[in-house]
């Protein structure tokens, strides 16, 4: 399943990454990497940004680029 697809509380591990090498270099610097827990925390009215956390770190991923992150609940 797609990251954007997590509802709000929902867990997922990250199973694989398919963004250009600056967005996953940039995601890589706040703990996103296979095998990492995210979670789902809040959605904005419109549903893009999502925010999501990471090993205590919360940041907002547009859904375009979510979409682009596979995750196994």
């Known amino acids: ?15 694989n990454i398919w963004l250009d090498e600056v967005k996953k270099a940039k995601l890589f610097h706040l703990g996103l990497v296979k095998g990492a827990l995210i979670t789902c925390k809040f959605k904005s009215p419109f549903k893009t940004p999502i925010a999501y956390q990471i090993n205590g770190c919360v940041f907002a991923m547009r859904d375009t680029d979510a979409s682009c992150i596979e995750v196994e609940k």
Not at 1 to 15: N, R
Request: with cysteine.
């Open 1 to 15: 399943m797609k990251c954007s697809e997590l509802q709000i509380g929902e867990k997922g591990v990250v199973k």
